[in-house]
């Protein structure tokens, strides 16, 4: 350990609480996801900008019309 270094101790965060509500969104994601239901859009910014970089179709949307639209024509090929 460098001699600067030396008896500082790191800060302490209490992520606890944010990793949880991230965790839980997810999982209620994955959840609806799951049973075929992508009708829920409120866990996404307006502006989401989804990107696909490798693949069949790579591919940049913005928007949730657009992420809609590409996930739309995916799914029903």
Not at 8 to 31: H, K, Q, Y
Not at 64 to 76: G, H, K, P
Request: hydrophobic fraction near 40%.
């Amino acid at each position: 350990m460098p001699q600067s270094w030396q008896g500082l101790e790191t800060p302490r965060r209490d992520t606890g609480f944010m990793a949880s509500a991230n965790l839980d969104l997810v999982r209620s994601i994955s959840v609806a996801w799951e049973r075929r239901d992508f009708s829920s859009t409120e866990w996404a910014h307006p502006e989401i900008e989804y990107v696909i970089a490798d693949g069949p179709e790579p591919g940049h949307h913005t928007g949730l019309v657009e992420m809609a639209a590409f996930w739309r024509d995916f799914l029903s090929s």
